[in-house]
């Protein structure tokens, strides 16, 4: 029986391209996604372990309004953007590329400008009247210096991820990032001096996005826009404006309750509890996420796919992708989970005595982690197949649950309570798209076997 399968898995393997080409361009992104995990945990285990949970706490407030500032600026393009691109690729609609780039650079660089304006202004009054703690005055100021490389990086980096040169697009995610930025924060701490040391982790990060948004995203995108200068550009054929936000708006209206979902928790116990404590959760929050190391690194070649199979009108070929990467999914998340939930006091005492409390919320939040793993991409096949609204929709119900229940259970239950909340308003952003993928194309996505 066994070896039917190893020889049915290898024939199969030999005939499908796509299963080809999701194993290989996952494989890389995986592997590219547990060196960034490293190296983002190596950032955090350093700033833990010389500045204490309280200056973690204060980086994880700064980059929160770091990414709210970057996911209004974005105005919902880079979604966009990633799936045009992916469209444009399969069709006689190439030469579309460098104007759809042009027209959402320009449209993302005026408001995150006047984003990056806004945050410094109010920093004063988000720090003393929101978090009731005057040290945030100066390190929210400086983050807003960031918003507008941020916003750039993150909108170029989906284009490449677009053309489908996975190796690139990761290591401008995590890995890079947090890789140049731990190197900038271990030469601080060998060679610098400051009465304000809580500022050298949001100087170090904010410096790294800077060099890879200037000096290594916009240089690799200028080279592969090389390439589509070949094409013929009909002159009436331009992609306005107006459709390029019809697209965009609902999927930036996706990525507020997305993020709501993401930092509802870390928001409220920074209004509940302390700087402290929010340092803790937001360490065991980001550990969870590792049992979706394999779902993130499938859904980067996985995203663009279904956006071809849904060009090209190919139910057939986007149902057997999204089976395969369920598969591919479960079996490389189970293994985490049981080591999170069997060690997890000895994973936290990593960071130091302090985070060992947190050993509960981290069991409850690998366990939604697991549950979004399971039932793979289906967000990702709702939003390329033009369901955006209803994704939308979709991730509203989940946001409210996950409000709700955080400013009930946190003042009671601390940090147990806010993954509570987060692990059941995850599960049911999962479990929902999981029965509309059945329902609108008739396949389940859940394949274990």
Not at 76 to 97: C, H, P, Q, W
Not at 184 to 203: D, R
Not at 288 to 304: G, M, Y
Not at 345 to 350: A, C, E, F, G, R
Request: glycine content about 6%.
């Amino acid at each position: 029986m066994i070896i039917d399968r190893i020889v049915n898995l290898k024939h199969r393997f030999s005939e499908d391209q796509d299963l080809r080409e999701l194993l290989k361009n996952s494989g890389i992104a995986f592997f590219l996604k547990v060196a960034g995990t490293i190296v983002g945990y190596s950032f955090t285990v350093i700033v833990t372990r010389h500045y204490g949970a309280e200056a973690w706490g204060i980086f994880s407030i700064c980059l929160m309004f770091l990414q709210i500032s970057g996911m209004f600026g974005r105005l919902g393009t880079d979604i966009a953007l990633l799936r045009f691109i992916s469209e444009f690729m399969v069709s006689e609609n190439k030469y579309l590329i460098p104007q759809v780039f042009r027209k959402i650079l320009l449209l993302t660089l005026s408001v995150s400008s006047a984003l990056s304006f806004i945050l410094f202004l109010f920093a004063k009054y988000i720090a003393v009247e929101v978090f009731h703690d005057f040290t945030l005055i100066v390190p929210l100021k400086l983050v807003s210096a960031f918003v507008i490389p941020f916003v750039v990086l993150w909108i170029t980096r989906e284009a490449i991820r677009g053309l489908k040169k996975i190796t690139i697009y990761m290591l401008l995610q995590q890995l890079g990032v947090f890789g140049l930025a731990s190197l900038i924060l271990v030469f601080s701490l060998m060679f610098l001096k400051t009465n304000h040391p809580y500022l050298i982790p949001i100087l170090s990060y904010g410096i790294s996005v800077v060099v890879f948004t200037t000096f290594l995203a916009l240089f690799l995108w200028r080279k592969y826009l090389k390439t589509f200068s070949l094409y013929v550009k009909p002159a009436l054929n331009q992609i306005s404006y107006k459709y390029i936000l019809s697209v965009s708006l609902p999927l930036l209206f996706s990525s507020v309750l997305a993020f709501i979902m993401g930092w509802t928790d870390t928001f409220m116990i920074g209004i509940f509890k302390t700087t402290r404590d929010v340092g803790i959760y937001n360490v065991v929050l980001k550990l969870s996420t590792v049992i979706s190391i394999v779902l993130f690194s499938i859904n980067s070649i996985a995203a663009p796919k279904f956006a071809e199979f849904w060009g090209r009108k190919d139910l057939k070929g986007l149902a057997r992708v999204a089976r395969q990467s369920a598969r591919l999914i479960f079996w490389t998340s189970l293994p985490i989970l049981v080591v999170f939930v069997f060690f997890s006091k000895q994973i936290l005492l990593i960071f130091g005595k302090d985070f060992i409390v947190a050993s509960s919320a981290l069991v409850i939040l690998s366990l939604g982690q697991f549950v979004n793993a399971i039932v793979g991409s289906v967000g990702y096949i709702l939003m390329m197949t033009g369901k955006e609204r209803t994704m939308q929709n979709i991730i509203f119900g989940g946001a409210f649950i996950n409000v709700v229940l955080n400013a009930c259970l946190i003042p009671h239950y601390g940090i147990n309570g806010a993954a509570i909340a987060s692990a059941i308003s995850l599960a049911f952003i999962n479990i929902v798209p999981l029965f509309l993928v059945k329902k609108y194309y008739g396949f389940y996505t859940i394949n274990i076997i």
